[in-house]
């Protein structure tokens, strides 16, 4: 996704289309483009479509809410009024694949009714849930709206494309019809025909001008069908965002789970095997202590080596958990001795007049740690920067190396575990990454500071 960033561009890179060049500029303008582009027929078809869809959904739920509600004095009213509920979201789901197909609207199924067993907790469950009154109130409410629209958008169309024709039927009027032409005005003492080649081209031209501007009112009357839609048959924003919840809760517990078996891992392939062989060591040095003073010194300088290098690898293992520079100095500390440890040299600029929350300032941390152990393995840069800024109410990160590119978040690359990572903290991860470079990667975290 397209987001502009902070307080400026940050090395902000034009659009471009396969293998980086330039996407081609269409010759004529969108104004001249709009009528015979297929949006444009695939707006006028829906809008079309919708008034015999609307009319018979809108049909059916008002006699089978009628019904139901009048047979509510006996048992039939209720499997009556749920059943025509069932059938209004059985028409969401077609009204939804014509959004999908006609006006490439992206919406998302609403979850499916589930009971608890037997047919009447499945009714029960019809009739509690807000999804089905909503595709109710919108067979109620699309047909006027669908009548409205037809009558425009095919009333706009017909009598645009017939005035701009004109020149080539007029022929029609005075071989069949004994006239001029399109007829204006007549009474008994005179008629006023379109029959002069300047009232003809006028009524060309005036053709050609509602021809330009139908596609338009076009697209104005579909954006309320697009609310419509949206707002009424698909998911609610509470289970959008309750879905997105869950599974930003996975992604944090796999995350978890993964960075425990690294820990374990660099534990025992580590440091606990250099103690293991350290106390080796020192149980050989023992038993020479007496008789080979001099193998038993050699031994424990070895021994001594070694602990330098446990220590050094538990510094390591506790700065990859979380680094003490980090609580103690924040982020510009932190991220210019991440810098330090890069291959290549690296520019740190943070502008931050206060510390985000701690857990954002961890992730940012190893965001940025991640993204420079990119640059040094994958890279081939010869240089980098790192630019931290706040932005209103988000934290904005952006790594910039002179690489050779092609970097992306394609699955099961390290970019698409940081992507899942933000993601979990309603976080957004963008890559500007052509071939050939430079690679720009920009992270935007949520403040809560």
């Known amino acids: ?33 709009a009528p015979v582009e297929a949006r444009a027929w695939r707006e006028l078809a829906y809008v079309v479509l919708s008034l015999p869809i609307s009319v018979a959904l809108f049909t059916f739920a008002v006699t089978m809410t009628a019904l139901g509600l009048g047979m509510l004095i006996t048992f039939l009213g209720i499997p009556i009024l749920a059943a025509g509920l069932v059938v209004c979201r059985g028409f969401g789901v077609v009204e939804r694949g014509r959004a999908r ?35 109710l109130l919108y067979a109620v409410l699309h047909m006027p709206w669908a009548t409205f629209a037809f009558t425009v958008a095919v009333t706009f169309w017909t009598y645009g494309w017939a005035a701009f024709t004109y020149p080539l039927w007029r022929w029609v009027f005075p071989a069949y019809a004994g006239i001029g032409g ?47 839609v949206l707002g009424l048959l698909g998911p609610s924003r509470l289970a959008t965002r309750v879905s997105e919840l869950e599974s930003d809760r996975g992604v944090v ?15 025992h392939d580590g440091a606990q095997a250099r103690l293991v062989a350290l106390a080796m060591g020192l149980g050989l040095a023992k038993e020479k202590l007496t008789d080979d003073p001099e193998a038993a010194a050699r031994m ?24 003490a520079v980090l609580t103690d100095r924040g982020l510009d500390a932190a991220l210019s001795a991440i810098a330090s440890r890069c291959t290549v040299p690296v520019k ?70 940081l992507t899942e990572r933000l993601d979990a903290v309603d976080g957004i991860l963008v890559v500007d990454s052509p071939a050939g470079g430079p690679t720009t990667v920009t992270a935007e975290l949520p403040w809560r500071g």
């Open 348 to 417: 740190v600029v943070v502008d931050l007049d206060s510390r985000p929350a701690q857990a954002i300032e961890g992730i940012a941390y190893f965001t940025v740690s991640e993204l420079l152990q990119n640059v040094s393995k994958h890279a081939r840069a010869t240089r980098a920067s790192v630019d931290v800024w706040r932005a209103q109410d988000r934290l904005m990160l952006q790594v910039t190396d002179n690489g050779r590119g092609g970097a992306g978040v394609s699955t099961g690359s390290g970019l698409a575990g």
């Open 101 to 135: 197909g006609l006006l490439k609207l992206d919406i998302a199924d609403p979850a499916p009714v589930r009971g608890k067993g037997g047919l009447m907790s499945w009714v029960g469950a019809v009739l509690k849930s807000g999804v089905s009154w909503r595709h």
């Open 182 to 228: 399109i007829q204006l005005y007549g009474d008994r003492t005179h008629q006023v025909y379109l029959d002069s080649p300047t009232e003809i081209a006028v009524t060309s031209a005036l053709g050609l001008a509602v021809v330009l501007v139908t596609p338009w009112i076009v697209r104005g009357l579909v954006s309320v069908d697009r609310v419509m």
């Open 300 to 323: 424990v300088d070895e021994a001594h080596g070694e602990v330098k290098v446990a220590l050094q690898e538990l510094r390591d293992l506790a700065r990859g958990i979380h680094p």
């Open 1 to 33: 996704m397209a987001t502009a960033y902070g307080r400026d561009t940050r090395g902000h890179r034009p659009a471009t289309g396969s293998g980086g060049h330039p996407p081609v500029k269409p010759f004529f303008p969108a104004a001249l483009r």
């Open 253 to 267: 517990v796999d995350t978890a789970a993964a960075d425990l078996r690294r820990i374990e891992r660099d534990l």
